[in-house]
């Protein structure tokens, strides 16, 4: 079980970069500030995903 949270979580730290990187590309472009705070928004939304997913990878692997 904790190998499945662990491939989630670098799943979702991926999917963080890429957001990053989608914004600043917006943001160098001088795009519009409505699509770089919706990926502002996103980005820390899958921040925090990707934490609870390490929280729970580390408990499983301190239970086994």
């Known amino acids: 079980m904790e190998t499945v949270f662990n491939i989630l979580a670098i799943i979702v730290m991926v999917a963080v970069v890429v957001v990053l990187l989608r914004g600043l ?3 160098m472009r001088g795009g519009s500030g409505f699509t770089s705070n919706k990926l502002m ?3 820390v939304f899958l921040q925090f995903i990707a934490l609870v997913l390490i929280l729970i990878a ?3 692997a301190g239970r086994g």
Do not use: D, E, Y
């Open 25 to 27: 590309v917006n943001m």
């Open 41 to 43: 928004q996103m980005r």
């Open 58 to 60: 580390a408990w499983f």
